[in-house]
DNA sequence: CTGTTAGCGCATTCAT
DNA sequence: ATGAATGCGCTAACAG
C-alpha cells in the first residue's frame, strides 16, 4: 500500500514538510499563493494525511467506538444509523464491537479499547455483564462512555433510554382496558435495565387497576427462540385462563404470536398480544399484533451527540445529562395511537 | 486520558523499552524469568500497547473498513453480524462507513480511506453510484477490496453474491406454477447489480414457460415507501389482470402487502406475493407472504473471509475467489420448501 | 540475553 | 513566510 507522504509531498514541491503541513491546515503564517499551490499539488497527488501519524503526535483519534449485544435486533440496527450519522457530523469514524450477550466479550472488547484506540465510547450494555469493573476503569482513564438502551446504574455515566417504564405500563394498561384480566409476561434478563423496568411498569399498571400480581403469569425469556417458543407454549397450555400477553422484547413478541398460532388461539378474539418492537412493518404484516416502538434512531443520535459534546469540549459524561425518549404505542387492529 | 506506555512500565521494571516490548511480543531472545515478571507489573499496571503508535510502525493497522448503504434492512444487519464475527476471529477492527445509497458519500468515505487507515475494505456499492473511479483509485494503492451483495461489475475484485438470477428465475417460476399469468416484477435501480440480475431472472422464466414479457408490468422502486405504495396501487389499478407479484426487494415486497390490503385484494388468492427478505419473520407474520431469504449471515462471513486471507497473504483480491451462495425460497402457505 | 539507536508520518516549537 | 529539529509510542536493526 503505497500511500505519498508529507516529505514525498513536500519533495516534489520544492519545499520543506513543515511549510506544507503548515499549508494544508490553513495556518495564517503561509502566504496564499504557497497554500494554493501547496493544495493543487496535494489533490494532484492525491496525499491524504496519515491518520495514525496524527493520533500519534496530537493524542486525539477522531474515532469512537460502539459496542453492542448483537444486531439482529432491529433497535441496534436503526441506533447504529443514527450514531453513524452524528460521527459523520463531526469528523469521527465509528469502530463497532458485538458482544453476543456475554460479559467475557464485553471484558475483552474493552480492554483493546484500553489503549487510546478511541476518544470516547457508546455502549449497550450486554445482559451477560455481571460487574461494570472493566468499564469502570475505562472512565477511570478518562475515556467517556455514554450507555444507551441497556444501562447499568452501577456505572455512572449519562444515559439515553427509552420511557421503559411508563410505556409498559401503558401497554399494560392497553391490555387491561381491552378487557384482558390475566396477562402474562415474557421478561428478559432481570439484570437488564430494560427487564426491570418494564416489569415495573407492568407490575404497577396491575396494581392500579385491582389486578393481582402472579408469579407464574411471569416468563423469563433467555434461551433459543426455540427454547421459548416451547416455554410460552407450555404456558399457555398450563394456564388456559391468560387472555393477554405482554412481550418485553421483539422476539418474544414474536414467539407468543407463534405459539399462538400454533395452538390455534386467535389474536386478538381469543388472546391479545403487545409487544416492544421496532420492526415497522411487523403490525404492517400483522395488524393484530400491537406494538410499542422505540425511537431507536433517536436515541442513537442522542447519545451520540452527548458524547460528541463531551469530547470536543474535554468534560466528563454527567449522569445529569441523561435522556430519556417517548416510544410509541401502534394498534393497528383497534386504529388507537398514543404517543 | 492517561495510558501507561512503553516507557513507563519499563522505568518501572528497571529495564529498557525494548526488551520490554520483546517480552511482551513473546520474543525468544528473552528470558523467561523477565518475561514473566514484565507481563505481571504490564498486567498490574494495566499496561495496553498504543495501537496506532503500531500501526505507525509496522505499516499494518489491524482495522478493516465496512462501507455499506444503510442498517435501516435485516440483509446488511446479518451480514455485519458475519463480518463482525471473522474479523473478530482475526483480531481485526471493524470501522463502519454508511453511504445512503449515495454516490457522493460513497466518494468521500473511499477518500477517508485513502490515507492507510485500513488493511482492507468489504463494500456493497450504493445505488447513487455512477462511476467506480474512487475506488479504482483505491483499488490501485494495493488496499484489497472484496465486493458483497450490491457488486459493480466494472470493479475487478472478488464478489460474494446471493444466487440473484436462479432465485428470481425460481420466485417467478413458483408464481407461474401456481397459476399466475400476469405477474408484475417491481424491481430496485437497473444501475445496480442485483437489479439487473433479478430482473433477467424474472424475464428468463417468463420466457420458458411462454409468457410475453411486457414492459407495463415492470414498475421501478426508487424513491420513498410512501411513493412506492402509491404506484403500486396506481398500477394494480390500470392493470387488474395482474394476478401476482414479485418484488426485488424487502420494502417493495411489504409495500405492495400493503397495497393489497389497501385494495381489499385478498392474498393469496386474488393475488399472490413473492418477494426477497430477510426478515425471517416475515413470512411467520404474513404466511400468506412468500419469502427469498439470502444467506446475509454467511454472506458476511465469507466476504470477511476472502479479505483476510487476502491481507495476510499479502495477495490481490482476485475475482476468480469469488463466490455465490444459495438463497432460500419459504413459502408457509402452500408449505413448500426449495433451497 | 539485554541495551542503544533510528525511524514510521506528522505537527509544533524554535529559529531565521 | 519558511526551514530545521524534536518527539508522540512503538519495534527492529544493530551492537554488545
Do not use: W
Request: one cysteine or more; glycine letters at 8%.
Amino acid at each position: 500500500m503505497s500511500f505519498v507522504n508529507l516529505k514525498q509531498l513536500a519533495g516534489e514541491l520544492g519545499l520543506s514538510s513543515s511549510t506544507v503541513s503548515r499549508a494544508m491546515r490553513d495556518s495564517y503564517e503561509i502566504s496564499t499563493a504557497t497554500r494554493e499551490r501547496v493544495k493543487a499539488v496535494a489533490q494532484q497527488l492525491n496525499y491524504q494525511p496519515n491518520p495514525y501519524a496524527g493520533s500519534l503526535r496530537n493524542n486525539v483519534t477522531k474515532t469512537i467506538g460502539v459496542i453492542l449485544p448483537q444486531l439482529d435486533n432491529h433497535f441496534f440496527s436503526l441506533a447504529i444509523n443514527g450514531i453513524e450519522e452524528v460521527a459523520q457530523q463531526n469528523g469521527y469514524h465509528v469502530l463497532i464491537y458485538l458482544t453476543h450477550d456475554s460479559g467475557e466479550q464485553e471484558k475483552a472488547v474493552s480492554k483493546y479499547l484500553t489503549s487510546g484506540r478511541v476518544d470516547g465510547i457508546l455502549l449497550a450494555l450486554a445482559s451477560g455483564t455481571r460487574s461494570v469493573g472493566h468499564l469502570e476503569k475505562l472512565k477511570l482513564m478518562g475515556v467517556p462512555i455514554v450507555q444507551f438502551d441497556r444501562v447499568s446504574d452501577a456505572l455512572q455515566t449519562a444515559t439515553v433510554t427509552t420511557d421503559d417504564y411508563t410505556s409498559s405500563y401503558q401497554a399494560t394498561e392497553h391490555l387491561i382496558k381491552a378487557g384482558c384480566r390475566t396477562i402474562a409476561h415474557l421478561m428478559v434478563s432481570e439484570s437488564l435495565s430494560i427487564g426491570s423496568r418494564r416489569l415495573h411498569g407492568y407490575q404497577a399498571a396491575l396494581h392500579d387497576h385491582q389486578i393481582p400480581y402472579d408469579t407464574g403469569l411471569v416468563l423469563n425469556g433467555r434461551g433459543t427462540n426455540e427454547d421459548n417458543l416451547g416455554h410460552i407454549t407450555q404456558l399457555l397450555q398450563q394456564r388456559p385462563d391468560i387472555d393477554g400477553i405482554f412481550a418485553s422484547v421483539e422476539r418474544l413478541a414474536l414467539s407468543s404470536y407463534q405459539a399462538c398460532q400454533r395452538m390455534g388461539l386467535s389474536i386478538p378474539d381469543a388472546i391479545k398480544i403487545i409487544g416492544f418492537s421496532n420492526m415497522e412493518t411487523a403490525s404492517l404484516l400483522a395488524p393484530s399484533l400491537t406494538t410499542i416502538t422505540q425511537p431507536a434512531y433517536a436515541i442513537g443520535k442522542e447519545a451520540a451527540r452527548i458524547l460528541f459534546q463531551a469530547i470536543i469540549k474535554h468534560k466528563p459524561v454527567l449522569p445529569t445529562q441523561s435522556l430519556e425518549l417517548k416510544s410509541e404505542l401502534i394498534a393497528r387492529a383497534s386504529t388507537a395511537r398514543k404517543g
